[in-house]
């Protein structure tokens, strides 16, 4: 687990103070999730915000689970802030570590490999508005998903479109590296998704247990990765009532319960749950309202297949 713990405490003090940037931006202080400005452009994705039917465990779609090892490729892409204001210029560099400028965006990547920070430049991406206009990023960090088995998630910041031509395509352009040597060079996604609809799950990995989950009976616990950072409601700490929003559903189609959270305090976009023994994990799902982004947007319904983790993922490099 990350040993850094000033960093992230400073992470944490930034989420919940881009909160209350959020906060005040609303008419009526009322409690609902921050609205952001609208992306609607008919080339980049942006799905109803329509609260979906209740649905029972184990009849939640999952997400498709690409071959993380083999095949390089953008996941997701994460439109997380659009248009920043002059007052969250601070709070953005906090999390960033990059100069910010006002009007700018932020954009976490999700990647199929952990990426070599070494080779990691703003101009190794490009961003297509759905207007056709080029964007190089001003910074393109790691942070604060830094642990030795995350460094997938590259956050992206700087002009990376507007209100009025929001980003609609992400490509890797230079020569970057993933830690394992693989060349990710040539890489694309044409789907952004939006704070209008809130963070899903992407991946999910099985290992075995730290000594947080094997203090609670565990054998294996499984890493989340969200699409971008997540916590509970207005930047609260993962709690009960989050982990009650979580079903594993085995191999037999049984359901079950999650025993309690490792990994926690650094606002990222990695959650780690401690799975119940003798339960051979097939997909883990999260019920609408689970948990928030940085601007208290909520996930949709949301699942994804647990994988095993192939030894080599964090070895390698």
């Known amino acids: ?10 992470v944490a003090a930034c989420a919940a103070a881009l909160l209350a940037l959020a906060a005040c931006s609303d008419a009526g202080d009322a409690p609902e999730p921050a609205a952001g400005p609208s992306t609607e452009q008919p080339t980049t994705e942006v799905p109803t915000t329509a609260a979906p039917t209740a649905q029972a465990p184990g009849q939640v779609e999952p997400e498709p689970t690409p071959n993380v090892v083999d095949s390089p490729a953008i996941l997701t892409a994460y439109l997380g802030v659009l248009d920043l204001p002059a007052v969250g210029i601070g709070l953005l560099a906090d ?9 700018d965006e932020g954009m976490p990547v999700v990647l199929s490999h952990r990426v070599d920070g070494a080779t990691l ?8 508005t759905a207007g056709g ?15 030795d088995d995350e460094l997938q998630t590259v956050l992206l910041t700087g002009p990376l479109g507007s209100t009025d031509d929001p980003p609609a395509e992400v490509a890797v352009v230079g020569e970057l590296l993933a830690i394992d040597g693989t060349v990710l060079t040539g890489i694309a996604t044409d789907t952004i ?11 999910a990995r099985l290992d075995p247990a730290d ?17 971008g950072g997540v916590t509970g409601p207005r930047g ?16 037999d189609g049984g359901s079950h319960p ?8 650094d606002g990222d976009n990695y959650l780690v749950v401690c799975a119940p023994p003798d339960v051979e994990p097939a997909t883990i799902e999260a019920r609408q309202d689970t948990v928030y982004d940085p601007t208290n947007n909520p996930n949709p319904a949301t699942a994804v297949e647990v994988e095993s983790r192939r030894s080599n993922e964090i070895t390698d490099g």
């Open 1 to 10: 687990m990350n040993t850094h713990q000033n960093h992230r405490s400073l």
């Open 95 to 103: 999390v960033s570590g990059c100069e910010q400028q006002p009007l």
């Open 121 to 128: 430049e703003p101009s190794d991406f490009a961003v297509m």
């Open 133 to 147: 206009a080029a964007m190089t990023p001003t910074c393109a960090t790691l942070e604060p998903a830094t642990d």
């Open 193 to 203: 998704n939006t704070f209008e609809t809130g963070p899903r799950l992407v991946l």
């Open 211 to 227: 000594e947080q989950c094997a203090s609670l009976g565990s054998s294996h616990e499984i890493q989340m990765t969200w699409e």
């Open 236 to 251: 609260a700490e993962p709690g009960t009532a989050e982990l009650e929003g979580l079903t594993l559903i085995d191999v």
């Open 258 to 265: 999650l025993l309690g959270f490792d990994d926690l305090g």
